[in-house]
């Protein structure tokens, strides 16, 4: 049993959801992670929670590379390689706003996360 409400929905929604729609919430978790933090740069834990918050992303993204290099992958080859060029900015971008962390760089990230969740629902714009 997990120690607060908050584990136990996120282990029930994590059964429950399809594998685009749990890829989607994960995206978008991400992204406002990302958001919260440009939103209160200012504040003294910002540091802290702009790395937590850059790790998360990392992770959702490397997950991501793991999966379309997976020779099952069903994914036309072409979208493959759009995602994994994509993912290699995302790394780039990473790691610059750790090595040089300015609130207006979160801006491209959060935007990809968002534009990706939301085409994983079927409603990109």
Do not use: H
């Amino acid at each position: 049993m997990s120690a607060s409400p908050l584990n136990a929905y996120q282990e029930v929604e994590k059964a429950t959801l399809s594998g685009r729609d749990l890829e989607s919430t994960v995206l978008m978790r991400a992204a406002m992670r990302l958001m919260d933090i440009k939103n209160n740069w200012d504040t003294p834990e910002r540091e802290t929670k702009l790395d937590e918050a850059l790790r998360y992303n990392q992770r959702v993204w490397t997950f991501f590379q793991a999966e379309l290099l997976d020779a099952e992958n069903p994914l036309p080859a072409e979208i493959k390689r759009n995602l994994l060029s994509l993912s290699g900015f995302v790394d780039k971008r990473t790691f610059d706003v750790m090595a040089f962390p300015a609130a207006d760089k979160l801006d491209i990230l959060i935007s990809i996360n968002k534009n990706i969740a939301a085409g994983l629902r079927g409603n990109a714009p």
